[in-house]
């Protein structure tokens, strides 16, 4: 395809967001596509979900649609203003959402603009597709941000909708094939704060040929908002955060794996 044919892809997106400095290396620009096929309890970005535009009513009042159609040309234009921090500090382009797998074409569109313009690519995902559309995208993303959430299927069932089976699976498949690959756990009060899942799934991270790093993600409330802005309940309800003193005993379980870990990422 050309590049002139990359740039007209469409796509749905909810935001983008400039100037992060989460989400890999350096100074980043984050772009959230619509539609999710999890359903995490913990979940910051309730709105990006459905692939369905979503209302959101703020409490001042104001409404917000969250879901936007675009080209892949359209937000390649806002991601090129920040070239002098991407080349100044490493950064560049990150892609999340919901997930981004959901919209491959779209993915790859942008993420192939990106590579053409000098820009490098990251992305955050769940792992969760087939292999044809991983093996689609990977040879266009620098950095994959890949989410481990628990190593027990029904557990993960319960908190996130869907089993861990094609996640796991997938999980060696990307680390093998991705040119750089970081495991993240989006560590989570009552799901899998515990020594033991903490060293369960960092064991299977470090046992993956090719993972150069574990994030542990601490559980934070900062979408909270959103679900009320949406006419819905926050399912982690009033369940406490977890304490940088227990944090940091994590992260030690996390390290007996002998991979690099740090808090945050
Ligand atoms: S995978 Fe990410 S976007 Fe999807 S529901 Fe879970 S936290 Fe939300």
Known sequence: MSELDFSK??????????????????????????GCMFRCRW????????????TLYEKDGKQKLAGEDVTAGEVMQTVTKDMYYYQRSGGGLTLSGGEMLLQPDFALALLTLAHRMGITTAVETTGYADKETLSRLL?????????????????????????????LENAAFIAKHAKHT???VPTIPTFND??????????????????EALHLLPYHRLGSDK???????????????????K????????????LPCQIGG
């Open 9 to 34: 892809v469409r796509g749905r997106i909810f935001d983008i967001q400039r100037f992060s400095v989460h989400d890999g290396p350096g100074i980043r620009t984050i772009v959230f596509l619509k």
């Open 43 to 54: 979940c910051c970005n309730p709105e990006g979900q459905e692939y369905a535009p979503v």
């Open 139 to 167: 040879p266009e993303i620098d950095y994959v941000l890949l989410d481990i959430k628990h190593m027990d299927p029904q557990k993960h069932l319960e908190f996130i909708g869907k089993d861990n089976k094609r996640v």
């Open 182 to 184: 970081v495991i993240r």
């Open 194 to 211: 515990t020594d033991e899942e903490i060293r369960a799934i960092s064991r299977f991270a470090a046992s993956l040929d090719g993972v």
């Open 227 to 245: 679900y009320a802005a949406t006419g819905r309940t926050y399912p982690m309800g009033d369940i406490p955060l977890i304490s940088g003193e």
């Open 247 to 258: 944090m940091r005993r994590l992260l030690a379980c996390a390290q007996e794996s002998g």
